[in-house]
């Protein structure tokens, strides 16, 4: 089982910038695909980004596509959310999620997630 702690959310203007990050304990070394969710009020739970264990692979929501930046440390078990350019529409619950032991698929499904993080306010004002 892995553990994830995110930290980093805020209330933000538009066009400002944040970086989440999440900290991952547990049985780590066989957690192949990590990412980013997010849930914005009254609605569902939605892929943001996600990025294998090498950091060489990437993938984004379009909604975030050329705004966020997903990357990760192995070594301090981290994974991190650059957020740039906030619009208003990002406002939402961010989640950490590590996909299931040895899985090396995209998490863009929910179905796919071994664990959750408890997660992280992000409100972006007008």
């Known amino acids: 089982q892995v553990q994830l702690v995110e930290s980093g959310g805020g209330l933000v203007q538009a066009g400002d910038s944040l970086r989440l990050s999440c900290a991952a304990s547990g049985r780590t070394s066989s957690t192949y695909v990590m990412g980013w969710f997010r849930q914005a009020p009254g609605k569902e739970r939605e892929f943001v980004a996600d990025?294998?264990?090498?950091?060489?692979?990437?993938s984004y929501a379009d909604s975030v596509k050329g705004r966020f930046a997903i990357s990760r440390d192995i070594i301090k078990k981290m994974v991190y959310l650059q957020m740039n350019s906030l619009k208003p529409e990002d406002t939402a619950v961010y989640y950490c999620a590590a996909g299931p032991p040895f899985y090396s698929g995209s998490l863009y499904s929910s179905s796919a997630i071994g664990s959750w993080g408890q997660g992280t306010q992000v409100t972006v004002s007008s």
């Open positions: 990025i294998n264990w090498s950091g060489a692979s990437t």
